[in-house]
Each structure stands twice: as structure tokens, then as C-alpha cells.
């Protein structure tokens, strides 16, 4: 990943400057990044601040993959944000939150589809780095020491093709062993409601599965999750 890379400084949104050179046929592995975005998305419709002193980027998946692979890929792009980061832990299905909760880094994922068919997918990644100049709710992995973006970023890379292709139980595993959601109260929004009960298990296709008060387990495949009680 990155030998074929871009470097923007101000751009709207790393992911629409790589959808544009995906559908000019760049190879996989390429990567768009950007000192700053002034339209930063983040999952589920809502914006991604990126202030300066972040680092925010794209890889273009062309993949070997089959469609059945895509729900998987999310969490394997958490398991390599937490082994290149090296600190805090998972929240599902894969924000990364430093031990107090606060979130260091979040992942996008968006598949170009046409019918059935995966064109391309977008991977999106975005780390606070800066510890100043974020919301309340964030938190900069300077927090915890000083960090280098250009060796974080190759660090990144190198996880990222570690683990978007390895097989689904290793995923799990390692995504289980980083999670902070795993044996935790939560309460999820989803688009069907809300979901309360002990976060149990991830099903084969990365779904979180929640032991509700009834005792039944609950699949739920998309959806924001809080810990309860801290
Ligand atoms: C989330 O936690 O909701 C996902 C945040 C993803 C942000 C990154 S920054 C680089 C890339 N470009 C975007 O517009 N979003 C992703």
C-alpha cells in the first residue's frame, strides 16, 4: 500500500479525491492524504472534523475481494489502527478509544457497487494526533507520547495489508482481544431502535451479537454503541 500515493493539503474529502482516481483505474493500494479536509465524513452521516496536526487519509481497495468479504474488512481495519496506534481499545465495530473513553480514530468504509459487483472500496481512516483543538469527546494520541505522522502513517500501511486480507477467525480474534465493547452494558442506536443488553460475541460476518435483559442474543449490523456505566 502507498507506492502510489497523493499528498493534498487542503481538500473536501480524501475519500472523493480517490473515488475520482479509482474511476481513472489507479491501482489498489493507493493512498490520498490530506493536511486538511474542509468536508471530513464519518460514518452513519455525520462530518469528521479535521484539524490541523491530524492525520487523515484514503486507500483504494481494488479487491480480491468478494462481496461477502466487505463486512468483515471494517474490523480488520481496527485491528490494524490498534496494533499501529498502540494504545486504548475497540469500540465496535471500529473507532478507536483511548482507556478514558476518548475517541483517538475512526474508520470509513465505502464500496463503489455496480449491481452485485464490488468495483473498488474506499477506506478512510482519520487519527487525532494533536492533543489540542479537538471536541470534548476526542482525544490526540500525542496524550500519550510524541508521535512521528510520517512513521505512523507507513506503520499504518503495513497493518492495513497485514490484516484487510487475512482469514475471518483471525480477525475475530484480534478484534476481540482489542475490544473494549466485548462483556460491557451498551446501548446501541441502530436503525431499527435501540439495543440494550451485554455486549456477547462478533457472528461470522463481524455483526455484534447483545445478550439482551430477556436473555436472547440480538444480531445487530449496524449501529452506534455507548459503554454503560463508564
Ligand atoms: C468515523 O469514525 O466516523 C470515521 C471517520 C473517518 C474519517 C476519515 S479522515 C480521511 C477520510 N476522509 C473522510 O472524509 N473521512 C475519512
Known amino acids: 500500500f502507498g507506492a502510489a500515493y497523493r ?10 479525491v480517490l473515488r475520482q482516481l479509482a474511476e481513472a483505474g489507479a491501482p489498489e ?3 490520498v492524504l490530506a493536511e486538511r479536509q474542509t468536508s471530513g465524513r464519518g460514518r452513519r452521516g455525520r462530518a469528521w472534523v479535521s484539524a490541523a ?3 487523515y487519509f484514503s486507500v483504494l481497495l481494488r479487491p480480491r475481494l468478494a462481496l461477502a468479504d466487505l463486512a468483515l474488512l471494517p474490523l480488520a481495519a481496527g485491528v490494524a489502527l490498534h496494533a499501529a496506534c498502540g ?4 469500540k465496535w465495530p471500529n473507532d478507536l478509544l483511548a482507556p478514558d473513553g476518548r475517541k483517538l480514530a475512526g474508520v470509513l468504509l465505502e464500496a463503489d457497487l455496480r449491481g ?3 468495483r473498488h472500496a474506499l477506506l ?3 487519527v487525532n494526533v494533536a492533543a489540542e483543538g479537538l471536541p470534548d469527546t476526542a482525544c490526540g494520541l500525542e496524550t500519550f507520547g510524541a508521535v512521528n505522522r510520517a512513521a505512523l502513517l507507513a506503520e499504518l500501511l503495513v497493518q492495513l495489508e497485514v490484516w484487510l486480507y487475512r482469514p475471518a477467525d483471525e480477525v475475530r480474534a484480534a478484534w476481540s482481544a482489542a475490544s473494549l465493547t466485548l462483556g460491557r452494558q451498551v446501548s446501541i442506536s441502530t436503525p431499527q431502535g435501540e439495543v440494550r443488553g451485554m455486549a ?3 457472528a461470522p460476518d463481524g455483526a455484534l451479537l447483545v445478550r ?9 449490523g449496524a449501529g452506534d454503541v455507548s459503554l454503560i456505566g463508564g
Open 7 to 16: 499528498y493534498l493539503g487542503t481538500t473536501s474529502s480524501t475519500q472523493d
Open 29 to 31: 493500494g493507493t493512498v
Open 53 to 55: 496536526g491530524g492525520l
Open 87 to 90: 494504545v486504548g481499545g475497540l
Open 116 to 118: 452485485e459487483e464490488l
Open 124 to 126: 478512510g481512516i482519520g
Open 200 to 202: 456477547h460475541s462478533l
Open 212 to 220: 439482551t435483559p430477556s436473555g436472547s442474543l440480538t444480531r445487530v
